[in-house]
């Protein structure tokens, strides 16, 4: 990890300044955190521990979840409390939804401009429809998630614009809420069967 972002640092590349920063940073968590910088691992960009935040955002969002005095981002305790910190700091409103898919007409949807920086007013966009009942009221985002042979297209809500802060792709933020969705249904399976 110290390895990496000395190299990132001092190495010429476009991104100097960031990885000077975050080398600063690492170097103040590694005294902090009583750690020894050359035994932490991480990214082959400099991010650490499970959630993989980089220095800044470790010493910004990381939560001692476990009460031992310190953050470590490696144990799966401080690194879950740390994202959802994390999310939470972002903007996340607990409570409401993150995305529900949508019917257009068409196989390619080229209509309103989409992605999760554009919003709109659902009343706005005539020709959408949730697939399901979707009580939401604020502005949406367009996520469009091209396939093969069609573009799935969703409403973005607030939440998945917070998604989108930990890492930008649509398609990563679909992810984490589809992988979520599912985790919430075997939770309920598994309550149902006890």
């Known amino acids: 990890m110290f390895d990496t972002l000395t190299t990132l640092a001092f190495e010429k590349n476009r991104r100097n300044k960031?990885?000077?920063?975050?080398?600063?940073?690492?170097?103040?968590?590694?005294?902090?955190?009583?750690?020894?910088?050359?035994?932490?691992?991480?990214?082959?960009?400099?991010?650490?521990?499970?959630?993989?935040?980089?220095?800044?955002?470790?010493?910004?969002?990381?939560?001692?979840?476990?009460?031992?005095?310190r953050i470590t981002l490696q144990q799966e305790d401080d690194a879950i409390a740390s994202i959802a910190n994390y999310l939470k700091q972002n903007g996340w409103r607990n409570g409401e939804p993150v995305a529900v898919r949508v019917k257009y007409d068409g196989l390619r949807f080229k209509r309103y401009k989409t992605g999760y920086k554009k919003t709109y007013h659902r009343k706005d966009l005539k020709g959408i429809t949730p697939y399901y009942k979707w009580?939401?009221?604020?502005?949406?985002?367009?996520?469009?998630?091209?396939?093969?042979?069609?573009?799935?297209?969703?409403?973005?809500?607030?939440?998945?614009?917070?998604?989108?802060?930990?890492?930008?792709?649509?398609?990563?933020?679909?992810?984490?809420?589809?992988?979520?969705?599912?985790?919430?249904?075997?939770?309920?399976?598994?309550?149902?069967?006890?």
């Open 135 to 194: 009580s939401y009221n604020d502005k949406v985002r367009l996520i469009k998630l091209n396939k093969k042979k069609y573009d799935e297209l969703w409403y973005g809500a607030k939440n998945f614009f917070v998604i989108t802060r930990y890492n930008h792709s649509a398609y990563y933020a679909m992810s984490v809420h589809q992988l979520a969705i599912l985790i919430k249904e075997k939770m309920k399976e598994e309550q149902h069967e006890n």
């Open 18 to 69: 960031f990885f000077k920063k975050e080398l600063h940073k690492f170097i103040h968590l590694s005294k902090t955190q009583k750690i020894n910088p050359k035994n932490v691992y991480g990214s082959y960009a400099g991010a650490i521990g499970l959630g993989q935040f980089m220095p800044s955002n470790y010493e910004a969002y990381g939560v001692d979840f476990d009460g031992d005095g």
